[in-house]
């Protein structure tokens, strides 16, 4: 089993910064791929951003692309994920998941993932 824990959200001005992070525990030398998803009320879950193990591959969503950054720090079996959100708009406002694979390769489907974090809310104010 693989836990994992997403923290750093929070309310934020439109144009400004945040940095969510993403903690995994458990059976972690089992993750591949680690991604980031969300979901805004009324509306169903989306990619984001995902990563593989040795950040070779990473893809984004067309909506974020220029914006965010995610980035992986695997030393120490860490296994810590990390989603760098720039120039933040109201539409980026949501429920950001973070999610581990233990599939090898990049997923942008969410049906790529085993596992899944609770969650942390987002909100960008006009």
């Known amino acids: 089993q693989v836990q994992l824990v997403e923290s750093g959200g929070g309310l934020v001005q439109a144009g400004g910064s945040l940095r969510l992070s993403c903690a995994a525990s458990?059976?972690?030398?089992?993750?591949?791929?680690m991604g980031w998803f969300r979901q805004a009320p009324g509306k169903e879950r989306e990619f984001v951003a995902t990563?593989?193990?040795?950040?070779?591959?990473?893809?984004?969503a067309d909506s974020v692309k220029g914006r965010f950054t995610i980035s992986r720090d695997n030393a120490n079996d860490k296994n810590t994920v990390y989603l760098q959100m720039n120039s933040l708009k109201p539409e980026d406002t949501a429920v950001y998941f973070c999610a581990a694979s233990l599939v090898s390769g990049i997923f942008r489907s969410q049906y790529g993932y085993s596992y899944w974090g609770q969650g942390t809310q987002v909100t960008v104010s006009s």
């Open positions: 458990g059976r972690t030398f089992s993750t591949k791929a």
């Open positions: 990563t593989s193990r040795t950040e070779g591959s990473i893809s984004y």
